[in-house]
């Protein structure tokens, strides 16, 4: 119950559509209630058929989560990290740019320094093993962020003294990611812009702008202390 209230305010806060998901377990218990009285008030053969119902429904539901696994567990699809071996559903292509995006991680971004990656790369937090710099972790137009919180996002990167920014080219998308500068991550695309320069790409696109990740990094050291987003300007 606490969980559907406190969804329910993100529901209405963001009005982003995956923020539903809130309703699920409030809907499950709904469910599960009603089907209990009607087990208390029916008669046996009413109880066998509402149970033989709900074990198909539950069956159906496991074999399709089932089925959706099995089709990534392939060579296209595996994953080795530091021993870790698993099956993502992205492909060979994706994966080949993630293991180049974590070792130049690894490899230029010193352990105490803090990264900032976006629109929904967070992976890259758990590959390097270096924390979020802020709370949020997607950041594009289906999530519907507000200019104050967008604004807050980016004193916090400078707060923090975030010095490199590990972005996903599917800000450039459209769809569910926007357009970053058009549609969605005004600020952010002109703090980037202003203050950060392009210091890595893999697996970049001339045709398609929104293929692959590039990797920005901070002018200078120097903290600023915006006061309003027209300092960004």
């Known amino acids: 119950m606490i969980f559907s209230v406190l969804g329910y305010h993100e529901f209405v806060k963001g009005r982003a559509d995956y923020e539903t998901f809130w309703a699920k377990p409030f809907t499950i218990m709904i469910n599960s209630y009603l089907i209990c009285e009607a087990c208390v008030v029916c008669g046996p053969i ?3 058929e509402l149970f033989l119902i ?3 429904l539950i069956g159906l539901q496991a074999h399709n989560n089932w089925s959706f696994l ?3 567990k392939n060579k296209e699809h595996f994953f080795n990290h530091k021993g870790i071996d698993i099956y993502v559903t992205s492909d060979s292509r994706d994966l080949n740019d993630m293991v180049q995006v974590t070792d130049y991680i690894e490899k230029n971004v010193p352990h105490d320094t803090l990264f900032f990656a976006f629109p929904s790369d967070v992976i890259y937090y758990y590959l390097t093993d270096h924390p979020a710099p802020y709370r949020l972790l997607h ?3 289906g999530v519907n962020i507000p ?3 967008e604004f807050e996002l980016i004193k916090t990167l400078e707060k923090r003294g975030v010095e490199y920014i590990v972005m996903g080219n599917v800000v450039y998308f459209g ?3 926007g357009v970053l500068g058009q549609d969605s991550g005004f600020l952010m695309d002109k703090y980037i812009k202003k203050y950060f320069h392009q210091v890595a790409a893999f697996g970049t696109s001339p045709i ?3 293929q692959g990740t590039t990797i920005f990094k901070k002018n200078s050291q120097e ?3 915006f006061q309003s987003s027209n300092d960004l300007n």
């Open 46 to 48: 009413i109880q066998t």
């Open 54 to 56: 709900t074990s198909l």
């Open 70 to 72: 099995e089709q990534f």
């Open 139 to 141: 950041f594009y137009k």
């Open 147 to 149: 200019p104050e919180q």
């Open 175 to 177: 769809n569910i990611y």
């Open 208 to 210: 398609n702008r929104w």
């Open 223 to 225: 903290t600023r202390y």
